[in-house]
């Protein structure tokens, strides 16, 4: 019987010391991750107090400082940590829960120091978040806010803050290397009254990605349907239905890259963009050796943090390291493609897509001549009339230093047709560019390079829209550029 209270009385303070010993893990990881917080921003001095209880504990991280010579006041953080291995909390909607792990932190809103200078506030003022700490250290984070507060300068009102909800719920791990979870912002306004405001209905971002060696892999998404920003007279800004996307995707030993982005209309400085239209891809790089450069660059940030004075020394060692990698990172179906680009500006609009693969492994990427054999390039572009002029004005402009008023940009974009650098229709100027067994062709002609010579009387409108008499010019220096139009690359 003794035996048995023994044993059980033991089994009691076992299960009693749990919460302290827990509360001990936590009291270790928050001062380490003070001091990764004061060895990343050195410049911003950081104070922590801990204070160890038994069923709960308390932590407060002080970020700046108050003393009168300081610009901005100090923002303090206020963490009541709730132990494990069964931690009693309330969310956010004040139900109690509980859950196993080591502990879950209860982080309060920040407050401000006393500061003559600068005051905030506050009317409404909600704001929880949890984190939770399981036993395998794979962090999860829920806060919830809202607010309405007046941001004082010097006593004198500066700005309002609106808030209707802050939604981020979140898992990661203590180093990043996973990340799922979701933000929601709804109705945020900052209003200064007659110097300006700034609108955004809601931002929604979604994140479930991770690392492998590294490389980075998973999607986010990010959309919001608008923003409306006002700075007069300097800056007005509208945005509707922006959304964007990145992914990443590993098969086996080929990893992909995509990137879209998409935009109904924009308008600055009283001009209309948009919409706009934007799908790039990277397909089929070889992981291995992304991994290996990746592991590399993290190898250089380590060392350039730890060694400023080398940082060329270490600079140079990357570069020659990345000049060896680079070859094998692309495989005989490594793509890079360019699938959509559609863009309406003031001016016009346009539309351009393209591609390059690698029918064959490149030998080195420093030499033009040597990729050029080993790739297949295919790239059109096509251009509004009113939007070419425009583009060709501004180049002979920022060519010649002046404005020049006497330029008849579509004399010149008849040369340019004239060349075979351009195909006209009846709105648009077309060019198809590719590149086929290291030779090149524009708009499926074989495209010579002595074009870049007569090219550079373009900077001299006159010369090109008003020829010298033929009478004026050497025989042989018209017979040369006709000798090499008669020769084209390639054939």
Request: proline share 6%; charged share 15%.
């Amino acid at each position: 019987m003794k035996k048995t209270l023994s044993i059980a009385a033991l089994i009691i303070a076992i299960i009693a010391c749990l919460p302290l010993v827990s509360g001990l893990i936590a009291k270790n990881r928050f001062e380490a991750l003070t001091a990764e917080l004061q060895a990343k921003k050195p410049n911003i001095q950081i104070q922590s107090q801990y204070h160890l209880g038994w069923l709960s504990s308390t932590a407060k991280l002080t970020w700046g400082t108050s003393a009168p010579e300081a610009q901005w006041p100090a923002i303090q953080h206020e963490v009541i940590i709730h132990h494990g291995p069964i931690a009693f909390f309330h969310d956010a909607q004040g139900k109690t829960q509980f859950f196993f792990g080591i502990a879950v932190l209860d982080v309060r809103l920040p407050e401000l120091t006393k500061n003559t200078l600068f005051t905030i506030d506050f009317q409404k003022k909600i704001f929880s978040a949890l984190i939770r700490i399981p036993f395998n250290l794979h962090y999860a984070i829920d806060v919830n806010g809202a607010l309405q507060a007046t941001v004082n300068l010097a006593s004198k009102p500066l700005l309002s803050l609106n808030l209707d909800q802050l939604q981020l719920t979140c898992d990661f791990t203590h180093d990043f290397s996973r990340v799922k979870g979701q933000f929601l912002v709804q109705n945020f306004n900052v209003n200064a009254d007659s110097k300006g405001y700034l609108n955004i209905p809601s931002i929604q971002v979604q994140i479930n990605n991770h690392r492998e060696q590294g490389v980075y892999l998973g999607n986010e998404t990010i959309t919001i349907p608008g923003i409306d920003l006002s700075i007069p007279p300097m800056l007005q800004f509208k945005l509707q239905d922006f959304n964007s996307a990145f992914a990443g995707l590993r098969n086996n030993n080929d990893v992909s890259y995509q990137m879209t982005l998409g935009i109904n209309n924009a308008t600055y400085d009283n001009q209309s963009y948009g919409p706009l239209g934007f799908n790039f891809q990277i397909n089929n790089l070889n992981f291995k050796v992304l991994a290996e450069i990746e592991e590399k660059v993290r190898v250089y940030a380590k060392q350039r943090a730890a060694q400023p004075e080398n940082t060329e020394e270490l600079q140079n060692a990357l570069s020659e390291d990345l000049k060896k990698l680079l070859p094998g990172l692309v495989q005989n179906n490594t793509e890079i493609a360019l699938k959509q680009l559609d863009l309406s500006v003031p001016n016009g609009s346009l539309h351009s897509q393209g591609s390059i693969r690698f029918v064959q492994l490149p030998t080195s990427v420093s030499s033009i001549s040597a990729l050029m054999q080993d790739i297949e390039l295919s790239y059109h572009l096509e251009l509004s009339k009113s939007l070419a002029q425009s583009v060709i004005i501004d180049l002979i402009d920022s060519n010649i230093g002046i404005a020049n008023n006497n330029i008849d940009p579509t004399a010149i974009l008849g040369q340019l047709a004239k060349l075979g650098l351009l195909r006209e229709n009846s709105d648009f100027y077309n060019v198809d560019i590719n590149i086929k067994k290291g030779a090149p062709y524009v708009n499926q002609q074989p495209f010579n390079p002595s074009i870049l010579q007569q090219l550079q009387t373009m900077a001299a409108p006159q010369e090109v829209l008003t020829p010298p008499p033929a009478g004026a010019i050497p025989p042989a220096a018209v017979a040369a550029p006709q000798a090499a139009v008669a020769a084209p690359v390639g054939k």
